[in-house]
């Protein structure tokens, strides 16, 4: 999308929102409603009344693309399996005072979990 100098700004923001604003609302009213229903989610979030989303959660699937969906769930199980290892780590230096971290035990730590 690049600028056209005969193109209002008022046009270019529809265009805009048109193109990559909850592209999955046909209309302006939809966008609208559903901007207002994921900030009343993100407001509810906040103050712990509710729960944040799975990425794999049925009511995503139909928003997210493919990719997008695969590259959250990477995301989440790398956060696990570092969590893990980081768990692991300080265990064992609470453990051995005089231990230190180097690529040998990072693998070690790997390969057994």
């Not at 999308?1 to 193109?7: G, N, Y």
């Not at 009213?29 to 407001?43: G, S, W």
Request: proline share 4%; net charge neutral; with cysteine.
């Amino acid at each position: 999308m690049f600028h056209d100098p005969d193109t209002n700004i008022t046009n270019m923001n529809m265009e805009f929102c048109r193109r990559s604003v909850a592209i999955q609302c046909q209309t302006p009213m939809e966008k609208f409603h559903f901007l207002v229903f994921a900030m009343q989610k993100l407001y509810a979030g906040v103050q712990d009344k509710a729960c944040p989303e799975s990425a794999d959660h049925v009511m995503l699937q139909e928003v997210l693309l493919g990719g997008h969906l695969y590259l959250q769930i990477i995301k989440d199980k790398l956060v696990n399996w570092v969590t893990t290892l980081q768990y692991l780590v300080l265990r064992k230096a609470r453990i051995d005072p005089t231990f230190s971290i180097k690529p040998s035990t990072l693998q070690s730590f790997v390969s057994e979990h």
